[in-house]
């Protein structure tokens, strides 16, 4: 079953802070995080692979908590290249790590 | 390092046409994916592959059929194209980090058209 992703879009002015949450039915056995940019491929940024881990690097970072089946993506002091739409993603069967299956993606436009 | 490599980057098809994409990696990477990705939506899983010989559907797997007769290339079939196959197609591989995590590097993309 697919992730869940909220919001669908989000507008934020440079500067600006945003978190886009990523929650799931089922267990969230990892969870991948990838952005994608209008007309390109997606590219990715992190994963997370146990509960209550959090990663980040430059100003954007991600925590996961395994038990309420959710993770978060935070974008601190958004810039223009934040722009694009980002992606989580996470194994559909605790047995099939390699079988990634991704929500429908969270539209982040970052304006001047 | 060319990366994943997909052909061609676009392509129109008539409804009941035949056509295979192509997908190579030269990264050695064991695992590989097919997605489509509809206009505004997200990623759907089509078809992956484990290896060398093995592959599994996804969560859109009708319609299509792939092959892996090498760990370099993925070839995505479509046997008769019909409109709701019109896409933008990724093909992804991926390495493992251990612990099962696996990190997928995706192609450029081949936007398809039916009409």
């Known amino acids: 079953q697919q992730p869940v992703q909220s919001p669908q879009a989000v507008i934020l002015r440079e500067g600006e802070d945003a978190v886009i949450n990523c929650s799931s039915s089922k267990a969230l056995y990892s969870v991948h995080w990838y952005r994608q940019k209008h007309g390109e491929a997606p590219v990715f940024l992190m994963i997370?692979?146990?509960?209550?881990e959090q990663k980040g690097h430059d100003k954007i970072s991600a925590s996961f908590n395994e038990k309420k089946q959710q993770s978060s993506l935070y974008l601190t002091a958004s810039q223009l290249s934040y722009s694009g739409t980002y992606f989580c993603?996470?194994?559909?069967?605790?047995?099939?790590?390699?079988?990634?299956?991704f929500g429908p993606g969270t539209s982040l436009s970052v304006i001047p | 390092n060319a990366g994943v490599t997909q052909t061609p980057k676009f392509r129109i098809l008539k409804i009941g046409q035949s056509m295979t994409l192509q997908c190579t990696q030269d990264m050695n990477h064991n695992y590989m994916y097919w997605y489509r990705q509809d206009p505004g939506m997200g990623l759907k899983l089509i078809y992956y592959?484990?290896?060398?010989?093995?592959?599994d559907k996804g969560e859109v797997p009708n319609g299509y059929n792939v092959s892996r007769s090498t760990t370099e290339d993925f070839p995505l079939r479509l046997e008769l194209a019909a409109p709701s196959q019109t896409s933008v197609y990724f093909c992804?591989?991926?390495?493992?980090?251990?612990?099962?995590?696996?990190?997928?590097?995706f192609g450029a993309g081949s936007r398809l058209t039916v009409l």
């Open positions: 993603g996470t194994p559909s069967e605790k047995t099939s790590y390699d079988k990634v299956i």
């Open positions: 992804a591989s991926s390495y493992s980090l251990g612990s099962g995590a696996n990190v997928l590097t």
């Open positions: 997370l692979l146990k509960g209550g």
């Open positions: 592959s484990v290896g060398a010989g093995i592959t």
